[in-house]
């Protein structure tokens, strides 16, 4: 089984959609992240929740909403989609997020959005 | 504030041959250190981490760093690569008493040549 799965592997919209990515996790995990990886590869960290609860927002435009309806599952709704939101964006989930020998994150295999 | 610099963004190596990826890091405080793989078309995976203890970290398919404190660096090799070593590798930092919070490279492309 998948420990991170997100889904979809690929999403290709017009300019002004709506679009939603979900990610699941079946590792018993407390923290699930969204990190945005752009065409040079360079990896930002946009949300962070711990039990379900917002940890850290990255001065992520508000048209990103993530959404976490329980511990295993961190969706992001993105709204009015640019042509700069194009990017890959990757799920991901550790064991607490707080700095503990268990401090490992485990990565989705990504979502690659296309604006056009 | 922390932050990882990575100085080469693209690394060509023949098979065989050894390799060191360079990872410096900046922070006024101690922190955890990681190395992750990207293959194509997939996500991150944990090559090795450094915790405390040992300098010197052997993760897994052959690859070792070592830390350096004085230094601010943790530098990745293997002794001999295989084309399948092929792949974007990120180091990252985090902080011992928890932030929640990743920070990564902007990735260095290590390209293995036949």
């Known amino acids: 089984d998948t420990a991170v799965s997100q889904t979809p592997k690929y999403l290709v919209t017009q300019m002004g959609n709506d679009k939603s990515i979900k990610c699941e996790q079946n590792?018993?995990?407390?923290?699930m992240y969204w990190y945005k990886q752009d065409s040079k590869k360079f990896l930002k960290i946009m949300f962070s929740?711990?039990?379900?609860?917002?940890?850290i927002n990255e001065t992520v435009p508000n048209r990103f909403s993530p959404k976490s309806p329980d511990k295993a599952h961190l969706n992001l709704h993105i709204n009015s989609l640019e042509l700069g939101d194009s990017a890959v964006y990757f799920c991901?989930?550790?064991?607490?997020?707080?700095?503990?020998?268990?401090?490992?994150?485990?990565f989705g295999s990504g979502t690659q959005l296309s604006v056009l | 504030a922390q932050s990882v610099t990575q100085l080469d963004s693209q690394v060509p190596v023949f098979e065989e041959a050894p390799v060191e990826l360079r990872c410096n890091y900046s922070?006024?405080?101690?922190?955890?250190l990681f190395w992750y793989v990207q293959y194509p078309n997939q996500g991150l995976q944990l090559l090795l981490k450094?915790?405390?203890?040992?300098?010197l970290v052997k993760g897994i398919n052959g690859f070792e760093a070592e830390f350096n404190k004085s230094q601010t660096s943790f530098h990745l090799r293997k002794p001999s690569v295989h084309i399948s070593d092929t792949a974007e590798y990120f180091c990252?930092?985090?902080?011992?008493?928890?932030?929640?919070?990743?920070?990564f490279g902007t990735g260095t492309r290590l390209k293995v040549l036949a």
């Open positions: 450094y915790l405390s203890g040992s300098t």
């Open positions: 929740y711990n039990n379900k609860e917002l940890i």
């Open positions: 590792l018993g995990h407390d923290t």
């Open positions: 922070s006024s405080v101690s922190v955890y």
């Open positions: 991901a989930s550790s064991q607490e997020g707080s700095g503990t020998t268990n401090e490992k994150l485990f």
């Open positions: 990252a930092v985090t902080l011992p008493s928890g932030t929640y919070k990743y920070i």
